[in-house]
């Protein structure tokens, strides 16, 4: 869905987590809109945004028709305090924007807000899947034993998947 605004060739649009990534003609779409309009803000919404009609995670790009994209601002949208999810019962509010529009005009990066140049976009792939780089993922350790016990796990089930697949071809 195309919303155009009021100002000439100032427009938005919804997109899916997957459609942000992509070999092929994804890449190369993305490519070319990142070329010919200049993708200034995405805000990346939940993954219960849409619910109970889609489970995905949504994006919001914001874009201006006709000069090539130099940065993109990135807005992490968070869940309400004590929200687990959004629902048909407990959608999202329009108040809950306020934030955004206050940050909208002074573009500081922050926990919920960050910039990517697009030569780095470009260096990969044109992949517009950025995650929140004030975000720290938690770094799972493993012991030696618990990573020989997942690699003999692994090796038992590539096993019976092998076998499977002679079975298979011999009762051809």
Known sequence: MIRY??????AAIVLPDGSLTGDGVK???????LTQCNVHTIVRLPNSVFQPYASVATNLLFFTKGEPTHEIWYWEHKLPEGQK??????????????????????????????????EKIAENGWN??????????????????????KLSVSFKKSDELIAE???GLAGK
């Not at 605004?5 to 100032?10: A, I, K, S, T, V």
């Not at 955004?100 to 002074?106: A, T």
């Not at 517009?128 to 016990?149: G, R, Y």
Request: hydrophobic residues 30%.
């Open 85 to 118: 999810s959004y629902s048909k019962t407990k959608p999202i509010q329009k108040s809950e924007f306020a934030s955004l529009k206050e940050w909208w005009g002074k573009r500081v990066e922050n926990e919920q807000a960050w910039r990517v140049p697009v």
């Open 165 to 167: 697949l002679r079975n």
């Open 128 to 149: 517009l899947d950025i995650k929140n780089p004030f975000v720290k993922e938690e770094e799972v350790t493993h012991t030696t034993a618990e990573l020989l016990d």
């Open 5 to 10: 605004l009021r100002d000439g060739g100032r």
């Open 27 to 33: 890449q190369r779409i993305r490519e070319e809109f």
